[in-house]
């Protein structure tokens, strides 16, 4: 049996002393969920801070990139070692804003996710089509070549967790419906299925982003196949992430 994850992506948000707030609001208010897991990806400077505040708790610490190589000359990267040095266990890779903005191609990916495995990290794959993709129908294309590209040639792929997160969706407050979302997450689990077998995809856990909110939440994780969310926005504010474990946690 799976479990659920509910992974709060805070982008380009919070100072050191705002992110330690609001981890430790969040770890107070979800002490008794033990079931699933629940993600906290800081900016990059407030990792270590968070990790120390979350320390011993139900929470598990994220960042929301890295380079795939050990050490080197790579001015303002990051490196899986130094991730895993501040209590890294998850890493979000390929967000849709690193491929807009930074240029990240699926192959940029692919070789983040295999060091995120052999480092010993839990990589958290975003794949996600465009309003323009969608409206021609190439959604599937698109979803199905990031998920394969993506994840050329990985052994461990039980270690792999994949974040569907349409681009539309994405901080728009336009979420999916659970309909749309779950025939995209049930297309993957498909592609995963063909690609690494039946049990082995059965195992893997696919989340939900895109405009997720407390509100919204209960009827994506009543599908089969939508097992958690990534948050972007509502993770930000305790109250908000908070109901959203608790949606989910009660649900799954
Ligand atoms: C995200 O950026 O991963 C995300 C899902 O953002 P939001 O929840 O704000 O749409």
């Known amino acids: 049996m799976r479990k ?3 992974a709060g992506n805070w982008k380009m948000h919070n ?4 992110s330690i707030a609001l981890a430790k609001a969040i770890k107070e208010g979800s002490a008794g969920i033990q079931s699933g897991a629940i993600v906290l990806a800081p900016p990059f400077t407030a990792l270590f801070s968070v990790g120390e505040t979350i320390k011993g708790s139900n929470l598990s610490l994220a960042a929301q990139n890295m380079h795939y190589e050990d050490k080197g000359a790579f001015t303002g990267e990051i490196a899986p070692s130094m991730l895993k040095d501040t209590g890294c266990a998850y890493v979000i890779l390929g967000h849709s ?8 191609r699926d192959n940029d990916v692919n070789l983040k996710v295999k060091k995120a495995l052999t480092s010993g990290l ?25 998920v394969q590209q ?5 052994e461990k792929i039980e270690n792999v967790v994949i974040a ?9 407050g336009k979420v999916a419906t659970s309909a749309q979302a779950q025939e995209v997450h049930a297309f993957i689990r498909g592609l995963l299925k063909n690609t690494f077998g039946g049990k082995k995809a059965d195992d893997i856990c696919i989340l939900y982003g895109g405009s997720v909110t407390k509100d919204n939440v209960g009827d994506l994780i009543a599908m089969n196949d ?8 509502a993770s930000l504010k305790a109250d908000g992430f ?3 474990i608790k949606e989910i946690s009660g649900r799954k």
Request: aromatic share 8%; net charge negative; with cysteine.
């Open 4 to 6: 659920w994850i509910v």
């Open 15 to 18: 100072t050191i002393a705002e």
């Open 97 to 104: 804003e690193r491929r807009k903005y930074f240029h990240e």
């Open 122 to 146: 839990i990589p958290i794959m975003c794949v996600g089509e465009t309003d323009e993709e969608r409206e021609k129908g190439v959604t599937q294309d698109v979803v199905g070549r990031q």
């Open 150 to 154: 993506g994840l050329n040639g990985v």
């Open 164 to 172: 569907y997160e349409p681009v539309w969706a994405i901080g728009t």
């Open 226 to 233: 939508i097992d958690g969310a990534l948050v972007g926005g």
């Open 242 to 244: 908070l109901g959203i």
